[in-house]
């Protein structure tokens, strides 16, 4: 089979990895997909892609680690990709506070160990590198923030994340390399990962409809994000390589919810109407029509350091790249609550 491209990405079974697999797929591109050995199946996002018509054939898997440099040399000299997305990360901010030594050297060093990779090969002119930024690099600064926000992040994630950021920079001016950052704020889809708050709160909703009435356990209700859907997003780290010149671009709905906002906009996926009483870790979410108290506050998802609000400006990447988000807040969670239902039915079923 003759391919258009070769990619390269690393946290290929991830939410994001996994849906530009099949993204890059549909576009006629050779996967090479990189992931970490483990002792359980971690593989669900991209169990597709290892039927007898994919894998092997279009999709190729690779063990890999962004800790270890003598690995990713010898991946990227075997399989010379076109273009590498680096997607791969310890991606949850409140764990970063506590494995703050792992999440650097996955986050911060294992960008440099890639381009340091890209540089050893001499292979600059040859390939186009997409790092995956994050909105949690800007911390708590004015709103809305855009290319030319100042940093100020507050988690060892965000400060990871901001040492690649600048990591690319530098290796695209002193070496030359085609390397761009996607600062893309916060991204969910029915693939996000289950501990993350959007699919805790989705999956509790599709638990309480399925008749499960355990309690949602949350953490700061008044964080406030801009939640788009990963299925808008991921397109845009593919359309910043395909760009005659590398550039860093926000990515962003332009709109903040709350946390309290997203679970109020889940539960009515439901008909239920959340009624919120008390304050601070004394809230609670009581069911309007069973009079049940559905939702408490727990001191252990608070983080140590809290960004009170995110919300992003990608009028660049409007103008420059053409893009613009197309899925609803309320599209976005409706899904993910219908696919946790299905999802949760399954299970049962079998």
């Known amino acids: 089979m003759k391919f258009k491209k070769t990619a390269l990405i690393t946290g290929i079974t991830g939410q994001d990895g996994s849906i530009l697999a099949d993204f890059l797929l549909k576009k006629n591109y050779k996967i090479i997909g990189i ?148 600062i893309l704020f916060n991204h969910e889809g029915e693939r996000r990962g289950a501990t993350f708050v959007t699919r805790k709160i989705t999956r509790a909703v599709a638990n309480y409809f399925l008749g499960n009435k355990e309690i949602l356990y949350l953490g700061n209700l008044n964080a406030k994000r801009d939640w788009g859907a990963a299925d808008d997003y991921i397109k845009t780290m ?59 506050i727990d001191k252990y998802y608070f983080r140590p350091t809290e960004v009170h609000e995110l919300k992003g400006d990608s009028s660049k990447a409007k103008k420059e790249l053409k893009w613009k988000p197309k899925i609803s807040f309320k599209k976005l969670v409706k899904t993910m609550v219908e696919s946790d239902i299905d999802k949760l039915k399954n299970l049962n079923f079998n």
Not at 267 to 293: A, S
């Open 35 to 182: 992931k970490r050995r483990s002792s359980s199946f971690n593989t669900e996002r991209i169990d597709h892609l290892y039927t007898k018509h994919v894998l092997n054939k279009s999709y190729f898997p690779y063990y890999g680690d962004l800790t270890d440099t003598s690995n990713l040399i010898r991946i990227i000299q075997q399989t010379k990709p076109h273009e590498i997305y680096n997607l791969a990360a310890q991606s949850h901010v409140r764990t970063s506070f506590e494995t703050p030594e792992y999440t650097a050297n996955a986050d911060a060093l294992g960008t440099l160990r890639l381009l340091e990779a890209i540089r050893i090969l001499k292979l600059e002119k040859k390939i186009k590198f997409y790092q995956a930024s994050t909105s949690e690099i800007f911390g708590n600064t004015k709103i809305p923030q855009n290319e030319k926000t100042p940093f100020a992040p507050t988690s060892p994630y965000a400060i990871s994340k901001l040492f690649s950021y600048w990591t690319v920079i530098n290796y695209r001016k002193a070496y030359n390399i085609f390397a761009v950052n996607g």
């Open 238 to 296: 593919w359309m910043m390589l395909q760009q005659k010149k590398p550039s860093d671009y926000v990515i962003s709905t332009g709109v903040s919810k709350s946390v309290k906002d997203f679970v109020n906009e889940a539960y009515k996926c439901i008909d239920v109407k959340v009624i919120w009483k008390g304050k601070g870790v004394k809230e609670i979410g009581i069911d309007k029509k069973t009079k049940r108290t559905i939702i408490k």
